[in-house]
T-cell receptor, first 112, second 115 residues
């Protein structure tokens, strides 16, 4: 089945130790998104790609970066995770002009 | 900036009964979309129902329907004949007409379904 797959599902890292979360999709969607969902809070958009064009939200911390080497893959890099970065990270995809998103199951990050 | 508010952190319903989840939003845009997403525990978020603001008719998807009150900026979700599989976190979300999937989510409502 076509889908959005996130790895790892659970990631534990130490304070300040870089971490990379990955997202792959078989939908061939042009647009990919990363959302951050902290405990008991609403998901918040960090950035999105329209093909290779990167769009950063104004309040996304510099600590967060992203790469999209091809249509199928997108990575979220957290350079120096702090305790406040512990969250569920959601990847989603869509076709251009459509507002319906297909989400992955998420990657839960724990920072010790 | 747009905001979405879900005033019910938790709701519960008996199996086979009907429950309504509330959502209000604030926007100055005239063209926008509203959504209800369902997030089961440890599983991916899936779209339940979508409403285009320009459509007066309320959207319906099987047991799920919305009550869209544009003037009041209200967008509630009604689940009829509730099933155990409906238990999840439900998010109301907003997208502007040209925002292409940049959703603004509410805080979510945890729905418990009792057998």
């Amino acid at each position: 089945d076509a889908m959005v797959i996130q790895n790892p599902r659970y990631q534990v890292t130490q304070f300040g130790k870089p971490v990379t979360l990955s997202c792959s999709q078989t939908l061939n969607h042009n647009v990919m998104y990363w959302y951050q969902q902290k405990s008991s809070q609403a998901p918040k958009l960090l950035f999105h790609y329209y093909d290779k064009d990167f769009n950063n939200e104004a309040d996304t911390p510099d600590n967060f970066q992203s790469r999209r080497p091809n249509t199928s893959f997108c990575f979220l890099d957290i350079r120096s995770p702090g305790l406040g970065d512990a969250a569920m990270y959601l990847c989603a995809t869509s076709i251009p002009g459509a507002n319906v998103l297909t989400f992955g199951a998420g990657s839960r990050l724990t920072v010790l | 900036a747009q905001t979405v508010t879900q005033s019910q952190p938790e709701m519960s319903v008996q199996e086979a009964e009907t429950v309504t989840l509330s959502c209000t939003y604030d926007t100055s845009e005239s063209d926008y979309y509203l959504f209800w997403y369902k997030q089961p525990p440890s599983r991916q978020m899936i779209l339940v129902i979508r409403q285009e603001a320009y459509k007066q008719q309320n959207a319906t998807e099987n047991r799920f329907s919305v009550n869209f009150q544009k003037a009041a900026k209200s967008f509630s979700l009604k689940i009829s004949d509730s099933q155990l599989g409906d238990a999840a976190m439900y998010f109301c979300a907003y997208a502007g007409g040209t925002s292409y999937g940049k959703l603004t989510f509410g805080q979510g409502t945890i729905l418990t379904v009792h057998p």
